[in-house]
């Protein structure tokens, strides 16, 4: 018992430090994007400050934020959906016929840095004159929402009982048929897991917008650049535009993370 109360305030204090450590930077953008630029500068006025909304209008308004959060919905949800459409029976193909080969090359896939591809991705799309649209964009987001999908899915097809399937062969279904209608509707979990993560793995995705967007199809995460100029930058503007990016997608992570959770453990308790 001696030994369980240090530890306890251990326990606490290291959960604490880090708690603040993580939501410290999150809650000096908020407040910085809430002040102006001289009230950035000014240490007095750290904590007490009068708000504004200025920064938020400046983005929203004058800066055609509203076209690039449009641009980033677009691009996340078409790869996601895509990648969807193809993981999913790839996985569930890899799961069931022990495609070891194939599951090999998608892990490969998902550890390789994205960062090398670039130069050859803007090499092979700059020659076919795709750079600066979005179907070279929703491509670069599928390799990684895709492999990631799979990854997911593999694991959870393998938690599933076979027993079922089994029953609808000998019934008279296809193999298709099988995973049409008694798989697919067992994995619904799992599906949005990898459809939630995917979509927030594609809105934060910033390195390949940035190689591979043009002026009107900037993502969010490479449009908060705008406020960064050679000569100054606009902490207010550009705390707010990182705000609109963040947000959101924390506030999604927030509600859906049970579910998330559920999903990705489903799998291994099943079966």
């Known amino acids: 018992m001696k030994l369980r109360r240090p530890y306890k305030i251990f326990r606490t204090v290291a959960l604490v430090l880090v708690v603040l450590s993580l939501i410290a930077p999150l809650v000096w953008m908020v407040a910085a994007s809430l002040k102006t630029n001289v009230d950035i500068y000014d240490t007095e006025k750290a904590f007490v400050f009068s708000p504004t909304l ?47 080969k194939s599951a090999l090359v998608v892990l490969m896939a998902r550890v390789i840095p994205g960062v090398s591809l670039l130069v050859p991705w803007y090499y092979v799309f700059s020659n076919l004159q795709m750079v600066g649209g979005f179907t070279v964009l929703i491509l670069s987001h599928m390799f990684v929402s895709l492999p990631l999908i799979v ?64 002026a009107d199809t900037k993502t969010l995460p490479v449009a908060i650049f705008d406020f960064v100029g050679y000569a100054s930058i606009d902490w207010g503007g550009l705390m707010a535009a990182a705000t609109v990016v963040t947000l959101p997608i924390m506030l999604i992570a927030l509600f859906v993370q049970k579910y998330v959770v559920s999903g990705l453990t489903a799998g291994a308790t099943k079966g």
Do not use: C
Request: zero cysteines; proline letters at 4%.
């Open 151 to 214: 990854y997911i899915m593999m694991g959870y097809f393998d938690g599933l009982p076979t027993e079922l399937e089994e029953a609808a062969l000998v019934d008279g279904l296809t193999h298709i048929g099988a995973f049409r209608r008694i798989t697919l509707p067992l994995s619904v979990p799992g599906i949005a897991t990898a459809g939630i993560l995917s979509f927030i793995f594609s809105w934060n995705n910033f390195m390949f917008a940035l190689v591979l967007s043009g």
């Open 54 to 100: 200025d920064n938020y209008s400046n983005v929203l308004q004058q800066a055609n934020y509203i076209q690039f959060i449009g641009n980033s919905l677009w691009v996340a949800l078409a790869a996601t959906v895509l990648s969807l459409l193809l993981g999913v029976p790839a996985a569930y193909s890899m799961s069931r016929f022990n495609m070891k």
